[in-house]
C-alpha cells in the first residue's frame, strides 16, 4: 500500500507543476494546531495595527485642550498613520517578496512597540504626529506580510473561509479598542513627573496599553516559520518541504517521516540554490515585479487599485470620525435636556459653534477656549463595540454566504446596502439609529474589503502576491489620507455633504464589481499560482 503511495505520488509530481504539488501537501497537511498558533500572531498582528488607526479617533476628545488641537488638526492626527504607510508602500511590497513574510513580521511590531512608547509618553501635539508617522511606516511593513503569510500556509480547501475569519479579526480589535478606551480614557488619572515638561493623562496610558499586543505579536511570529510558498518561488525547495513537514507534524502529530511527499519536482531529487546575496535578492524581486505590470495582471492592479482608494475613502475617514460624531451627539443631548433633533441639525450645530469661536479669537486677536465637546461620555465607547459587533456579524454572514453566492454577486449587495445606509443618515434622529447606521455602513465597507482581498490574493502570483497587495494597499492608504483630512472640511460645508458624497461614490464601486475577475474559474486548478 505504502508503495503504491509512493508510485502515485511521483507520478502526480512528473505531471504537476511545483506549486500545485505544494497545495496537495499543504492539503496532506489539514489544519490544526500550526494554523491555530498561526492565526493567534495574525490576530495580535490584527489587533495591533487596528490599534494604530483607532486610537487617534478616541483620543480626540480627551487630549484636544492638552494639545490645543483645532478640528484640522484633528484630521491630521487621524491621517498620519495613513501618510506613513503611503510613504512606505512602495518599498515595502518589493522588499517582502524579495527577502520574505517573517523578517517583516517580526521587525515591524518591534517598531510599532517603539512606536506606542514614543506616543504615549508625548507632551505636545507634534511629538504625537510624529510617533503615528512612524507607525505608518512600521505597519506597511507587517500588514501585507499578516494576510500573504495566512494564505500561504492554508490549503485552498479552507483559504477562502480562513480569510473571511482573518477579516473578522478586525471586528473583534474595533470591540477591544473601544473596551480598552473605556476603560481607560474616563479614569481620573493625572501623573505629574515634572510639572510642565512631562505629565500623564488618561490617554498617554491608553496609548502605552496599545503596544502589548504589538509585544506578543512579535514574539509568536520569532517562533513560527518562514512561508513555504515563498521559500519554493525563490527555489529553496528542501526548506519549503521541512516547513510542510512541520506543519504536517504539529497538526496530525505524526512522525515527519511519515509525510507522504518527498519532493516538489518531477526529478524527485532536493535542489539546494546557492546562497543569493541581497543585490541579487533585489534583483530577482525586481525581475518578478516586472510581471505584475503586464497584461492581464496590470488591468487586475488598476482595477483593484482604483477600487480600493474609493472604498477606503470612505470608510477611513466615517470610521475615525465616529467617535468624535458620538461625543457631539452625547453633548447635544447633555446640552438640551437629553432631547435631540435630527442628525444633520446636531452636526451643523457643532461646526458653526467651533468657526463661531475661532472667529470670535481672530476678531479679538486672543487665545478662546474652543474645547468643543467636552470628553467623551459611555456612549461613544458603546458605539464603538456596536460598529465591531456588526463587523463580525456581516462578516460571518459572509464567510455563510460566499461559497453560495460567489464573490461578485456577494460584493455587489454589500456596496448597495452600504449607500443605502450612508444616505439614511439625512433623517435619523434617534442616537440609537444614528449609531447603527454608521456601525452598519462602516460594518458593510470592512466586509466588502475582506472580501475584495480574498479574490486579489487569489487571482495574483505567488512571486508578485505581496507587491500587489501592497501596491493596492498603498492606493487604499492614500484614500484614508484624503478622506481623513476633506472630511473635517466637507462637515464645515454642511453635514450632508460628506454622507451623500459617500453613498455616491460607493455605488460607482458596485458597478466596478461587474469587471472584477473570478477566481473560482480562472484559478480553480490549483488554488494558487
Known amino acids: 500500500m505504502e508503495k503504491h503511495t509512493e508510485i502515485n505520488c511521483k507520478e502526480n509530481e512528473a505531471t504537476k507543476t511545483p506549486m500545485q504539488v505544494l497545495e496537495e501537501a499543504l492539503e496532506h497537511g489539514k489544519f490544526g494546531y500550526f494554523n491555530y498558533k498561526l492565526m493567534l500572531a495574525t490576530f495580535m498582528a490584527v489587533f495591533s495595527y487596528t490599534s494604530v488607526t483607532t486610537t487617534s479617533s478616541y483620543i480626540l476628545s480627551s487630549a484636544e485642550c492638552d494639545l490645543n488641537m483645532s478640528i484640522m488638526e484633528k484630521g491630521m492626527l487621524n491621517a498620519m498613520p495613513f501618510f506613513g504607510q503611503v510613504a512606505a508602500a512602495p518599498f515595502t511590497g518589493f522588499i517582502t517578496d524579495a527577502f520574505g513574510r517573517k523578517l517583516f513580521l517580526v521587525w515591524g511590531h518591534a517598531g510599532i512597540l517603539a512606536c506606542a512608547l514614543l506616543e504615549g509618553t508625548s507632551q505636545n501635539y507634534w511629538m504625537l504626529l510624529l510617533g503615528k508617522l512612524l507607525d505608518g511606516i512600521f505597519l506597511s511593513f507587517t500588514y501585507s506580510a499578516t494576510a500573504v503569510m495566512v494564505t500561504e500556509c492554508t490549503h485552498k480547501g479552507v483559504r477562502d473561509r480562513v480569510l473571511l475569519v482573518y477579516s473578522s479579526f478586525m471586528s473583534l480589535s474595533l470591540i477591544l479598542c473601544a473596551l480598552v478606551a473605556w476603560g481607560m480614557l474616563m479614569t481620573p488619572w493625572h501623573f505629574v513627573i515634572i510639572k510642565g515638561y512631562l505629565e500623564f493623562h488618561p490617554w498617554n496610558i491608553y496609548l502605552y496599553s496599545t503596544g502589548i499586543t504589538s509585544l506578543i505579536a512579535m514574539l509568536l511570529y520569532i517562533h513560527l516559520p518562514e512561508s513555504p510558498k515563498f ?30 511527499i518527498k519532493s516538489f519536482n518531477a526529478s524527485g531529487v532536493h535542489f539546494t540554490p546557492e546562497k543569493i546575496s541581497i ?183 505567488t512571486s508578485v502576491r505581496a507587491l500587489a497587495l501592497t501596491l493596492n494597499i498603498m492606493l487604499g492608504r492614500v484614500g484614508s489620507l484624503v478622506g481623513s483630512v476633506l472630511f473635517p472640511v466637507m462637515l464645515q460645508r454642511g453635514c450632508m455633504f460628506p454622507f451623500m458624497t459617500l453613498s455616491i461614490i460607493t455605488l460607482c464601486v458596485a458597478g466596478m464589481v461587474y469587471f472584477y475577475p473570478n477566481p473560482k474559474k480562472e484559478n480553480a486548478a490549483a488554488g494558487d499560482k
Open 279 to 461: 543585490k541579487k535578492k533585489m534583483s530577482n524581486a525586481l525581475f518578478q515585479s516586472k510581471e505584475l505590470f503586464k497584461k492581464p495582471l496590470v488591468f487586475i492592479l488598476l482595477l483593484f487599485g482604483s477600487s480600493y482608494f474609493v472604498n477606503l475613502l470612505a470608510y477611513s475617514a466615517l470610521r475615525l470620525w465616529f467617535p468624535q460624531i458620538s461625543t457631539i451627539i452625547e453633548n447635544y443631548q447633555y446640552r438640551h435636556g437629553g432631547d435631540t433633533d435630527r442628525f444633520c441639525v446636531m452636526i451643523d450645530g457643532y461646526t458653526s459653534e467651533l468657526a463661531k469661536n475661532v472667529s470670535l479669537a481672530a476678531a479679538t486677536n486672543s487665545v478662546t477656549d474652543i474645547c468643543v465637546p467636552h470628553p467623551a461620555g459611555p456612549d461613544t465607547y458603546i458605539n464603538g463595540m456596536i460598529l465591531g459587533v456588526q463587523s463580525l456579524a456581516f462578516i460571518l454572514i459572509s464567510t455563510a454566504l460566499v461559497d453560495h453566492i460567489g464573490q461578485k454577486p456577494l460584493m455587489f449587495v454589500v456596496f448597495v446596502a452600504c449607500a443605502t445606509c450612508s444616505a439614511a443618515l439625512y433623517w435619523t434622529s434617534s442616537p440609537l439609529s444614528i449609531g447603527l447606521l454608521i456601525a452598519g455602513t462602516c460594518a458593510l465597507m470592512q466586509c466588502a474589503l475582506s472580501i475584495q482581498n480574498t479574490v486579489l490574493m487569489r487571482v495574483v502570483p
Open 231 to 260: 521559500l519554493l518561488t525563490l527555489g529553496k525547495e528542501s526548506k519549503a518541504l521541512e516547513v510542510i513537514k512541520r506543519i504536517y507534524h504539529e497538526n496530525s502529530r505524526q512522525s515527519k517521516d511519515t509525510f507522504p
